[in-house]
């Protein structure tokens, strides 16, 4: 299990499959191998729909965003 966590206020959005996680992987810069959070802004958000994301990944995150300009989000194992 993969949890999701607003980074800011430590509030769990939910969780994510192997393959959502990758895809996040995949498609968004980490600043180091060990990086586990993503900031997000309703551009990236787009894109990653346009990119195939999952429509469940989709909806969480901009969830997330809600009516905010960015959101930084964290992800967990277990």
Known sequence: MI???DNDTGREL???TQSQ???LIDKLEE???EDQD???NRATIEM???EGGDPGLIE???GALGDGEGV???WSRG
């Open 3 to 5: 949890r999701v966590f």
């Open 14 to 16: 939910g969780e994510i």
């Open 21 to 23: 996680l990758q895809f």
């Open 31 to 33: 600043e180091s191998l």
């Open 38 to 40: 993503y900031y997000l």
């Open 48 to 50: 990653l729909e346009r």
């Open 60 to 62: 969480m995150l901009r």
């Open 72 to 74: 930084e989000i964290r």
